[in-house]
């Protein structure tokens, strides 16, 4: 299997527009042939440009953070609807009253986090991916966003789970350390034995930014990790985001 994390951009990169980018975007997602992504920033714009190009391969769950339906960004996942059948899924905001449209603590935007529960149509083996954006403000707000999340996988017992997310901390930091300290999640770019250092965000300038690792697929002990890429080609010379996309590829147990 393969699990892309993928922060699309809302606006600007360099001096190419989000429009600009639908095209590269959408092709990088196609050539992955990821068996679920995780996006973020997804602007309602960019919701309808995705669907328009991925829906012939791909289906997704998610709402936009400042209605609950299609205003504000999404932290939607992606996922093969040929191959699989999205079994439950739901969207949560990260706050003290999770199952309302809301700031959480000290963030300065909403945040969600949106999970989809998906079943191979072929063999019935399951799992459940967790996709979210952290706030890039607020500590106290990240901090209890990794509680929360944490918490939430573990209601899906025995179930093999992913979390993939901008986690707006390097690695090292503390809610890094929350995750592959929690007995829980540990990143796969850690556990694979086919893995690679570059950073994940670059604002089209990677050499300023080399120790940016702010993009993470993190796996439960449900999964396998076998690589993990960070995917620095771009496409034709170009950036396809301000942030690398990543994926992992894993295997269940």
């Known amino acids: 299997m393969k699990i892309m994390s993928f922060n699309i951009r809302c606006g600007n990169v360099g001096e190419e527009t989000w429009e600009d980018r639908i095209g590269i975007v959408c092709q990088t997602i196609l050539e992955s042939n990821a068996d679920s992504v995780g996006i973020q920033e997804a602007t309602p714009e960019w919701m309808d440009a995705l669907k328009e190009n991925l829906s012939h391969k791909y289906d997704y769950v998610g709402v936009g953070r400042d209605d609950g339906c299609n205003k504000g960004e999404y ?21 003290e009253t999770p199952n309302e449209v809301s700031f959480g603590w000290d963030a300065v935007c909403r945040r969600v986090c949106s999970w989809v529960r998906l079943k191979n149509k072929e063999t019935d083996r399951e799992y459940v991916h967790i996709n979210t954006h952290f706030d890039h403000i607020g500590v106290v707000a ?23 997310a901008d986690m707006n901390v390097v690695e090292g930091t503390e809610n890094y350390n929350q995750f592959v300290s929690s ?35 993190m796996i439960n002990n449900g999964f396998v990790a076998k690589k993990y890429v960070v995917m620095t080609e771009g496409i034709d010379g170009r950036f396809v985001s301000d942030h690398y996309p990543i994926y992992a590829e894993i295997e269940m147990k």
Do not use: Q
């Open 142 to 164: 990240r901090r209890n966003s990794v509680e929360m999340i944490i918490d939430h996988a573990k209601t899906f017992t025995d179930i093999p789970v992913v979390f993939t």
């Open 183 to 217: 007995d829980y999640f540990d990143d796969t770019k850690r556990l694979a034995p086919d893995t690679m250092s570059f950073c994940t965000y670059h604002d089209t300038k990677p050499e300023k930014h080399p120790e940016e690792v702010i993009d993470y697929v």
């Open 75 to 95: 932290s939607p996942v992606f996922y093969l609807k040929d191959k699989y059948e999205a079994i439950e899924s739901d969207t949560f905001w990260l706050s």
